[in-house]
């Protein structure tokens, strides 16, 4: 049996990539609106989210019980290859058109997020279908393990 706190301790050890807070602060104070979209945990996006102070996040989740029991069954929000529905859903509530959305990826899988009028930027592309998938589609691809990086490809500098 997985226990809710065995999750959170799995994850406590995890850090965040260099340049991860610097960037949602400066992307927050230029007024712009910071959404994670992960088909991972919530447990863990929850928790990445608090660290760099971002405005929403989704993410899938485990079930459990009234003692924090982990169940069988779990919560699917974001399928991996159809992140454009939560995009969609999250534009639409904040009132953002898709010609001010940037969606930043590492996975051939992330290139849902790409609504039609909007931009996508591969980051640190370390698979090769991911680097396949990216070339194909003609994004831009900044290959660094520094967030502070996408700076000039998300209107920063």
């Not at 997985?2 to 960037?23: P, Q």
Request: a negative charge.
């Amino acid at each position: 049996k997985i226990h809710r706190d065995d999750i959170f301790r799995a994850f406590s050890g995890c850090k965040l990539m260099e340049g991860a807070k610097e960037i949602v602060k400066e992307l927050k104070d230029a007024g712009i609106h910071v959404a994670i979209i992960s088909a991972g945990v919530d447990l863990y996006v929850q928790s990445i989210a608090a660290l760099v102070k971002a405005d929403d996040w989704i993410a899938n989740g485990f079930e459990f019980d009234e003692e924090g029991w982990m169940l069988d069954s779990g919560v699917l929000r974001v399928p991996s290859k159809s992140k454009n529905d939560s995009i969609e859903r999250l534009i639409k509530m904040i009132g953002c058109p898709p010609e001010r959305l940037v969606s930043i990826g590492d996975s051939s899988m992330d290139l849902s997020m790409k609504i039609p009028g909007s931009k996508f930027v591969g980051f640190n592309p370390t698979r090769e279908t991911a680097k396949i998938a990216f070339k194909e589609a003609g994004v831009i691809v900044v290959d660094s393990n520094n967030l502070a990086d996408l700076r000039p490809h998300i209107g920063l500098e």
